[in-house]
DNA sequence: GCCAACGTTGGC
DNA sequence: GCCAACGTTGGC
């Protein structure tokens, strides 16, 4: 079993509109970034677990937990020519897009914020980090492990 | 809302 | 395949 870390704008899609999903379950779509989907189409599998962070907004930072209960599938939404998803370059013998289904898991009582993340050497190495605009990335079980633990205090 | 960082596109 | 121009992300 692996860990991820998947960002939103809340605006869009937070933690709580996951939670209050019918099933508690969402598709995760809307990602168009090359090793983004790569990580989905390639790496993510069924029964992966995946932090939620918060971005661009006012409280940036890690909020909960979400489980992937379906693995990496073709987005329909790259062929409807209506949807602002929808991408010429794409179809369906050879899609471009994928999507994953997730699952709310937990909500954190407090955010563990990009802040704190940015002042724990532990964390330094994070690619929230290092790379900063990849929006769905691998997070090792240390780090994983680590940010639960500041959640506990 | 600004703007730095950086990913993508497209001409050559 | 290079790289300038352009578009987007995301913290502040």
């Not at 929006?135 to 079980?141: D, E, K, L, R, W």
Request: proline share 5%.
């Amino acid at each position: 079993m692996k860990y991820w870390l998947l960002k939103t704008e809340p605006d869009e899609c937070s933690i709580d509109d996951i939670k209050n999903s019918p099933e508690q379950t969402m598709v995760w779509d809307g990602v168009r970034n090359y090793q983004a989907r790569n990580n989905i189409r390639d790496h993510i599998q069924l029964g992966d677990l995946a932090f939620i962070y918060h971005s661009s907004c006012q409280a940036v930072g890690i909020v909960g937990v979400v489980e992937v209960v379906k693995a990496s599938y073709p987005d329909p939404e790259q062929f409807n020519t209506s949807s602002t998803l929808y991408d010429l370059k794409s179809s369906p013998e050879n899609p471009r897009w994928f999507n994953i289904d997730i699952k709310f898991k937990t909500k954190f009582n407090r955010i563990v914020s990009l802040k704190q993340i940015k002042s724990i050497d532990v964390l330094s190495d994070m690619a929230l980090i290092k790379q900063a605009r990849l929006s769905v990335q691998p997070v090792t079980a240390e780090h994983w492990q680590f940010i639960h633990s500041i959640n506990n205090v």
